[in-house]
């Protein structure tokens, strides 16, 4: 069965530390991957996607990910992160159907 | 920018009582997905639609559940019987039709659905 596995639950880091959350799917096919960001008491947006292509998408807020296919893994990366970056994390997989599976999140917390 | 909106943000509900979520997609997108969020879980699928019937469902989506699209704006679902485990925030999004299936969902703020 398709899985989406978030190697870290949560995650304590001090602002201006690098981040980087893990990702990892099993799907053997074509898939489109995600990451979504959920501030606290807000819905579910968008931080970037990747569909083909060059394998480090940018996204929103200065997050990258990159896609290494051998691996099965998306993981996702910020150089320096702020307070603001608080939220939780989804990692997501489309696999050319119809519904995308989402991991079961990384809460980030970022001390000021 | 445009949005999904959901409504409405907070449901309390008698278990046992019906009830239905409403969603208004995004106003050109063409398929449409619920979600839930039981606290501390992850974001689950529960069903798709896509020209008037469900493309796709999990096995969490099952006959005590059903959507509607009753007209050219909404889109719903709807809980008969609702148990003590529906208790979850429910998430509505939508996609275009354009592009293929290389776009995202859209997603609205959730309804938080409390059974009591």
């Known amino acids: 069965a398709q899985s989406v596995s978030q190697h870290n639950h949560h995650v304590i880091l001090s602002e201006a530390a690098s981040l980087e959350l893990g990702c990892n799917y099993s799907y053997g096919g074509t898939v489109n991957l995600f990451w979504y960001v959920q501030y606290p008491g807000q819905h579910l947006q968008l931080l970037l996607k990747y569909f083909s292509g060059d394998p480090l998408v940018k996204g929103i807020k200065g997050f990258e990910a990159e896609f290494i296919k051998s691996k099965f893994s998306f993981n996702l990366r910020k150089p320096s992160v702020q307070w603001s970056d608080t939220a939780e994390y989804f990692c997501a997989v489309r696999t050319g159907g119809f519904k995308t599976i989402f991991g079961a999140g990384t809460r980030l917390f970022v001390k000021a | 920018e445009p949005e999904v909106t959901q409504t409405p943000s907070h449901q309390v509900t008698q278990m046992g009582q019906e009830v239905i979520l409403r969603c208004v997609p995004i106003?050109?997108?063409?398929?449409f997905y619920w979600y839930r969020q039981i606290l501390g879980q992850k974001v689950e699928f529960l069903v798709s639609?896509?020209?008037?019937?469900?493309?796709?469902k999990s096995e969490i989506f099952d006959d005590q559940f059903s959507v509607e699209r009753p007209d050219g704006s909404n889109f719903t679902l709807k809980i008969r019987s609702t148990k003590l485990e529906d208790s979850a925030m429910y998430f509505c999004?939508?996609?275009?039709?354009?592009?293929?299936?290389?776009?995202?969902?859209?997603f609205g703020d959730g309804t938080r659905l409390s059974i009591l």
């Open positions: 639609f896509y020209n008037n019937e469900i493309s796709e």
């Open positions: 999004a939508s996609r275009t039709g354009q592009g293929g299936i290389d776009q995202p969902q859209h």
């Open positions: 106003s050109n997108h063409l398929y």
